[in-house]
């Protein structure tokens, strides 16, 4: 009976794992994007990863203002006008999750994130999947104990690999943040299909700066993703 009843509660928390709702997982926080003067308070965005959302594109060189997180900020801008908003980038270039996670408490929760962004799977798949699994599950169980809503990155592509290949490096990555969006209710910014769909059409060089970094085009597909979960 006690193994019965021990299937059951596994086979419900299955059954209730489920991504948070796009609609109104950060309804509290786009009520406040609406708020205006003298009672709107500042809004912090963190995005926390390695190169991408730090913005670096070919030579080294750093486009900040063509990254995904300053790209995000100026469309968020046209829905919110009342609004202020700080985006925080926290990223470093050739980090992944794991180093990520060693500096999450100093680095990212000082900044009291209204909301956080994770996006390390273009690095982790160099490292072992299961310990990238404890940084990631890690830093978003730090972040929901704060009450900071949490929006999971799936990667942009990097030209060496062939993403239309199932069994390329970047996929297992790419289940295990759907995973962790579902385990933990949480949001999920999808940009990998898209750039999928742009890999089938021989497309993909032009929306990269680099093997691995996207150009402005690129950071605008990871934007776009990533707007939906504040459209009003």
């Known amino acids: 009976m006690k193994l019965l009843i ?3 509660l596994a086979l419900s928390l299955g059954a209730n ?24 308070r500042t809004i912090n965005l963190v995005f926390h990863g390695h190169s991408v959302p730090a913005g670096f594109w070919h030579d080294h060189e750093v486009h900040t203002l063509e990254s995904y997180p300053n790209l ?10 009342y609004a202020v908003i700080n985006v925080i980038v926290t990223a470093i270039g050739g980090e992944n999750a ?5 500096r999450f408490e100093q680095d990212v929760l000082v900044h009291k994130p209204d909301v956080l962004f994770i996006d390390y799977a273009l690095n982790d798949r160099f490292s072992d999947i299961g310990k990238v699994k404890e940084a990631w599950s890690s830093m978003i169980q730090s972040a929901l104990a704060h009450n900071i809503p949490v929006i999971l990155l799936t990667p942009s592509p990097d030209q060496r690999l062939n993403i239309l290949d199932a069994q390329n490096p970047l996929e297992p990555h790419v289940q295990q943040i759907h995973q962790l969006a579902e ?8 940009p990998y299909p898209r750039f999928k769909q742009i890999a089938k059409r021989g497309e993909l060089t032009n929306y990269m700066s680099h093997v691995n970094h996207p150009n402005k085009a690129g950071h605008e597909i990871i934007a776009d993703e990533i707007l939906k979960w504040f459209t009003k």
């Open 183 to 190: 385990q933990y209710h949480i949001g999920l910014a999808d």
């Open 6 to 8: 021990l299937l059951f």
């Open 17 to 40: 794992a489920q991504q948070a709702d796009s609609v109104t997982y950060l309804a509290n926080i786009k009520q406040e994007l609406t708020i205006q003067w003298p009672k709107n």
């Open 98 to 102: 794991i180093k990520g996670q060693t």
């Open 72 to 81: 995000l900020l100026a469309k968020l801008k046209k829905q919110y006008p």
